[in-house]
Each structure stands twice: as C-alpha cells, then as structure tokens.
C-alpha cells in the first residue's frame, strides 16, 4: 500500500496526501476566493458583510453566529470565536443524506467532522470578493455525489441559504434528505441570556409550524423577566423554505437521529421548551451530471401583520416572492458595491 493511503471501514482508501491551496476561480458565472482542503487548516474565522444591518460570522468548522443590528437581535446565538467553532455540531447548517446506490444505501453527513474518515472526502470553501457570500462545499468521491451550502443577505427577506446536491455517477440516484438549520432563537434573547441562562431560555421557547406553507415561527411563550407583572413576547423569528416540496418539516433536532437510523420521521408541528430548528425532509432523484437546488430563508423580529403577509405570499405565490427575493439579493451585492467605492474601497 501506498505511504499515503489508509484503509478505514469498508476497505475504504483515504489519502492523506491532499494540500491547501488557494486560488481565483468561477463558480456558476460568479468569480471566488478557493481555499481547497481548508479543513486541513487549524480552524479559522470569517466575518461577512452586508448592505445593510446584518451581521454574521462563521468559523471553517460551519458554527456561526448571525444577526440583525447587534447582538442584542440574534438569529443564532452570540458567544465568543471558540464556542463558534465548537458548536458547528448543534448551531448552524447540518444536512444528512441517504444515498441509494448499487442496491445499498450509504448515509452521509457531510461536514461532520465526528465521521471522518468514512469515505474519501475533499472540502473547499469559497468566498466572494466582497464578502458578502459564502460558500461550503464537499465532495465525496467514493459516492460520486458533492453537497454545498451557502449564505447570503436580502434586504427585506433576512438569512439565505441555499443547498445543492450534484450527481456525478452516469445514472440517476435517489436520496432521501434531512436539512437545515439548528440552534434558533426566538425574538427577546439578549446576549446576556443566551450565555448566563440559557436553559431557563429553552423553558420558555415554542417552536410552531404553519403545515399548509410550510413556515416556521420560534417564539417565547413570554418574556424572560423576573418581576410579576404581564410581559408578552410579540414578536418572532420566521423561517420557510422553497425548491423542492418537504415530504414532512421538523421544529427541533429531536428525531434526527431517527433519521440516521432509518427509522420512521414525521412532521412537527408545535414543539415547546426544545432549541429551536428548521429542517426539511424529502426524497430527490438526481440525473447524471445534474443538480437539486433548494433555499431556506431566516428573518428576525416579525410581528403579527409581517408573519401574516409572509403566510399569504407563500400560500398564494410563491414563485414571484422567490424572483422578488433574488432581485433583492442581487441588489444588495450592487449597493454594497456602490457604499464600498463611495469611500474608495474599491
């Protein structure tokens, strides 16, 4: 055997050989920074940037934090760069995969890095020159199949990220899917909650699904005070999905495992005192040499008129609400442009 390989598991041949590199490259007619075989590196943190009040920062590992205005109005919750990167396992992006192939079914976490190993992998990350995308990719080479993620920001509709599975095998492949986004916050958790008292704060979380469009409210039955008078929490983090139709939606990580494990998944729809999560599940069939896109989006602090509009739109259509949401993506990137070059940062 070769100095550089390893057999793991199945008689699985991992090289141990693969370098870090760098590079300009163009990916979907967009020009990006390349770091191939990031994961190589000792875990290191991004900042991202935007036309407007969103924050957000992202180690390599996947764990991030994000917001509106400051930290004070959170979508994931706000600690210090190690716990970022610690948590990429329960806060942030998580996808799980069962890939049918040859009569057999492999499941595949890709990003784990718990399950390392398993099969031959090459991770790259990709960032746009601005700053204002991101993008996490891994391809597995023994499947044939790669999976990438990505952020960006919209102006009116909050947190994009949209996943993509690409068939590389000559035949079509099924794959059932679980994906994702874990460890939300409702409206009204102050940073100083978040790290002093945060499983009082799971108390008091209601996770609450609208099964007819698919939208996602985390909320708090109240809010967190300790003195005895009425203190209503009016207000919420909505999250809903589009691409492709979910077979069932899940409000909290609770049956993921009962994913892995084959066993039977079924819809939530109100889920109380559990950390908040977004996840749909479906079964995709991919041609050779194509790809399955789909998009979850995340806005913060919506009140009762916001989340009742979003409802409408979603349930009557849908299809123009996405094309109104990449216009306002693209505008985005053309007015950071335009608010970097005001100041010669071009």
Same mark, same amino acid.
């Given at each position: 055997?070769?100095?550089?390989?390893?057999?793991?598991?199945?008689?699985?041949?991992?090289?141990?050989?693969?370098?870090?590199?760098?590079?300009?490259?163009?990916?979907?007619?967009?020009?990006?920074?390349?770091?191939?075989?990031?994961?190589?590196?000792?875990?290191?943190?991004?900042?991202?940037?935007?036309?407007?009040?969103?924050?957000?920062?992202?180690?390599?590992?996947? @764990?991030? *934090?994000? #917001?509106?205005? %400051? /930290?004070? !109005?959170? $979508?994931?919750?706000? +600690?210090?760069?190690?716990?970022?990167?610690?948590?990429?396992?329960?806060?942030?992006?998580?996808?799980?995969?069962?890939?049918?192939?040859?009569?057999?079914?492999?499941?595949?976490?890709?990003?784990?890095?718990?399950?390392?190993?398993?099969?031959?992998?090459?991770?790259?990350?990709?960032?746009?020159?601005?700053?204002?995308?991101?993008?996490?990719?891994?391809?597995?080479?023994?499947?044939?199949?790669?999976?990438?993620?990505?952020?960006?920001?919209?102006?009116?509709?909050?947190?994009?990220?949209?996943?993509?599975?690409?068939?590389?095998?000559?035949?079509?492949?099924?794959?059932?899917?679980?994906?994702?986004?874990?460890?939300?916050?409702?409206? @009204?958790? *102050?940073? #100083?909650?978040? %790290? /002093?008292? !945060?499983? $009082?704060?799971?108390? +008091?979380?209601?996770?609450?699904?609208?099964?007819?469009?698919?939208?996602?409210?985390?909320?708090?039955?109240?809010?967190?005070?300790?003195?005895?008078?009425?203190?209503?929490?009016?207000?919420?983090?909505?999250?809903?999905?589009?691409?492709?139709?979910?077979?069932?939606?899940?409000?909290?990580?609770?049956?993921?495992?009962?994913?892995?494990?084959?066993?039977?998944?079924?819809?939530?729809?109100?889920?109380?005192?559990?950390?908040?999560?977004?996840?749909?599940?479906?079964?995709?069939?991919?041609?050779?040499?194509?790809?399955?896109?789909?998009?979850?989006?995340?806005?913060?602090?919506?009140?009762?008129?916001?989340?009742?509009?979003?409802?409408?739109?979603? *349930?009557?259509?849908?299809?123009?609400?996405?094309?109104? $949401?990449?216009?306002?993506?693209?505008?985005?990137?053309?007015?950071?442009?335009?608010?970097?070059?005001?100041?010669?940062?071009?």
């Amino acid at each position: 055997m070769p100095p550089n390989e390893l057999v793991i598991g199945n008689n699985l041949l991992i090289k141990s050989d693969s370098i870090v590199e760098g590079e300009w490259v163009n990916l979907e007619g967009e020009t990006y920074y390349k770091i191939s075989n990031y994961n190589k590196m000792r875990p290191f943190f991004i900042s991202m940037v935007s036309h407007s009040d969103h924050w957000l920062f992202i180690s390599s590992t996947g @764990g991030l *934090s994000a #917001g509106r205005k %400051n /930290e004070q !109005s959170a $979508l994931f919750p706000y +600690y210090t760069d190690d716990k970022i990167s610690q948590n990429a396992e329960n806060t942030g992006s998580k996808t799980i995969l069962h890939v049918k192939k040859e009569g057999k079914t492999f499941l595949w976490e890709p990003f784990n890095e718990g399950l390392s190993g398993l099969y031959a992998v090459t991770k790259n990350l990709y960032k746009s020159p601005i700053g204002n995308k991101i993008i996490f990719e891994e391809c597995n080479e023994d499947l044939k199949v790669t999976f990438r993620y990505s952020w960006q920001f919209s102006e009116k509709f909050g947190f994009i990220r949209t996943s993509s599975v690409f068939n590389h095998n000559p035949e079509n492949i099924k794959i059932q899917v679980i994906d994702g986004i874990q460890n939300i916050l409702p409206y @009204g958790v *102050s940073s #100083g909650i978040q %790290n /002093e008292r !945060s499983n $009082l704060t799971n108390a +008091y979380k209601k996770n609450e699904l609208d099964i007819s469009t698919g939208l996602g409210l985390f909320l708090l039955s109240s809010m967190i005070v300790d003195k005895a008078e009425p203190s209503e929490a009016l207000k919420a983090t909505s999250v809903w999905s589009a691409g492709i139709s979910p077979s069932y939606y899940l409000l909290s990580s609770r049956q993921l495992d009962d994913f892995r494990l084959g066993a039977h998944v079924t819809t939530e729809v109100d889920v109380r005192a559990e950390s908040g999560g977004y996840f749909i599940g479906a079964a995709i069939e991919i041609a050779p040499n194509n790809v399955v896109s789909w998009k979850i989006i995340a806005e913060l602090n919506q009140d009762h008129k916001e989340v009742i509009d979003l409802n409408h739109c979603l *349930s009557s259509n849908k299809e123009e609400l996405i094309k109104e $949401l990449s216009a306002d993506i693209k505008h985005g990137t053309t007015e950071l442009l335009r608010l970097v070059g005001m100041a010669d940062g071009l």
